[in-house]
């Protein structure tokens, strides 16, 4: 059975089971889901994932949802494919993961929603908000800028799940006016070069429309 991932390649958490499974080189059948027709609360979306959100993804009998379990179930069970991108027993890779997920996406996911999904949706953009996000985000990459100027990648001199996780949201606030907080740390901006230059990363970036 072929792997199926439901989703819309807009949202940065479709974009980011989609570049594993383009990181990993796997052949998969994307099926968009109709947000705006309310697709993802109808019975057949809700038995796939009953909290009615993307992205899904489809492989045999498995069914998962939650970009970041599918990430890590991709690059575990595709371990062979391409570059293994989860390191044995390493507690850096571990830690940065998690600061992805909780100090790292939820500033850049309001800037980038606010300035690029609002205006899509038809939607009032918040500039307030904006520039709130924006100052946290700011704090958040000076440390990053710190850690990037003794480390190449996140969890150290290779390539990782840990640094594959954030390539949505990084693309996404290059496409706002805010991308500058990304490109004015130069270790910052060396690395988004870097892991943004992979092939996986240049098929999926191919597909967004933004």
Known sequence: MAIKLYGLPVSNNTLRAMA????????????????????HKKPEFLALNPF?????????DVTLFESRAITRYVATKYKESNTDIIPACSAQFELWVQIESSQFNPPIFQIFFESLIKPMMGMKTDAENIEKNAEKLSNVLDIYEAHLSKNKYLAGDEFTL??????????LISKTAKGDLVTSRP???????????????KKTSAVIPV
């Not at 840990?162 to 693309?171: G, Q, R, S, T």
């Not at 270790?187 to 990363?201: F, L, Q, T, Y």
């Open 52 to 60: 009615g959100q993307i992205p899904v993804l489809q492989d045999g």
């Open 20 to 39: 594993a499974l383009n990181e990993k080189g796997l052949e998969y059948e994307f099926c968009p889901v109709d947000l705006p027709s309310g697709a």
């Open 187 to 201: 270790h910052v901006k060396a690395w988004w070069e870097e892991i943004s230059a992979r092939p996986g990363w």
């Open 162 to 171: 840990a640094d594959l996780n954030h390539l949505p949201e990084l693309y």
